[in-house]
């Protein structure tokens, strides 16, 4: 029943993308969250990220163990791409990785706009993540959801084009004419 109180008051993130204001910060979601729920969901909450660790490893939650898999499996399969455009080996080679995870990887590793790259990579994870979202909009599996696409929203807004595209060309410029530019961050 805590989760119908908490999911109410929460603002709709549907519509949201990368280009409109997000209605709530994380730490305001983490606080109103605190206040209903219990111990172990708080544990899986807080322990959401769109990082998972190289080595699988349960939560919990159904829905967060196939993000962190699928998430895991687009991470490693751009490590192996590009390795393999930079002739390196790559310790994960014997790993198979489904046609839509290597189509994806291998597009995003081909843009020259690291953020053209970031916006393939956004939009391949809000989908996969809408295909996640559970039926049941007053659950616990709905708070994992809810938390995930917070995260993914925040995250692409931090990107700015203007700075990242100097700092990519002046790293690109140290990279080919030994230039001693400092990265702008």
Same mark, same amino acid.
């Given at each position: 029943?805590?989760?119908?109180?908490?999911? #109410?008051?929460?603002?709709?993130?549907? /519509?949201? $993308?990368?280009?409109?204001?997000?209605?709530?910060?994380?730490?305001?979601?983490?606080?109103?969250?605190?206040?209903?729920? /219990?111990?172990?969901?708080?544990?899986?909450?807080?322990?959401?990220?769109?990082?998972?660790?190289? #080595?699988?490893?349960?939560?919990?939650?159904?829905?967060?163990?196939?993000?962190?898999?699928?998430?895991?499996?687009?991470?490693?399969?751009? /490590?192996?791409?590009?390795?393999?455009?930079?002739?390196?080996?790559?310790?994960? $080679?014997?790993?198979?990785?489904?046609?839509?995870?290597? #189509?994806?990887?291998?597009?995003?590793?081909?843009?020259?706009?690291?953020? #053209?790259?970031?916006?393939?990579?956004?939009?391949?994870?809000?989908?996969?993540?809408?295909?996640?979202?559970?039926? +049941?909009?007053?659950?616990?599996?709905?708070?994992?959801?809810? /938390?995930?696409?917070?995260?993914?929203?925040?995250?692409?807004?931090?990107? +700015?084009?203007?700075?990242?595209?100097?700092?990519?060309? $002046?790293?690109? $410029?140290?990279?080919?004419?030994? +230039?001693?530019?400092?990265?702008?961050?």
């Amino acid at each position: 029943m805590a989760e119908y109180y908490l999911i #109410a008051q929460l603002p709709s993130l549907d /519509g949201s $993308n990368e280009s409109t204001p997000i209605p709530i910060t994380e730490e305001r979601f983490l606080e109103l969250c605190n206040d209903f729920l /219990g111990r172990r969901t708080l544990r899986i909450l807080k322990q959401l990220t769109l990082v998972p660790s190289r #080595a699988p490893e349960k939560t919990g939650s159904l829905l967060v163990d196939t993000w962190n898999d699928v998430e895991r499996k687009l991470r490693l399969a751009l /490590g192996r791409i590009r390795a393999e455009k930079m002739k390196k080996p790559f310790e994960k $080679n014997d790993l198979l990785f489904s046609p839509q995870i290597l #189509a994806v990887a291998s597009a995003a590793a081909k843009m020259e706009s690291p953020m #053209a790259a970031e916006k393939i990579l956004f939009d391949y994870r809000l989908e996969f993540l809408e295909t996640l979202r559970p039926m +049941d909009a007053f659950s616990e599996e709905y708070l994992f959801y809810y /938390g995930i696409k917070l995260k993914l929203l925040l995250h692409i807004k931090q990107f +700015d084009v203007k700075r990242g595209e100097t700092a990519y060309r $002046n790293l690109y $410029n140290t990279i080919l004419n030994g +230039d001693r530019l400092e990265v702008v961050s």
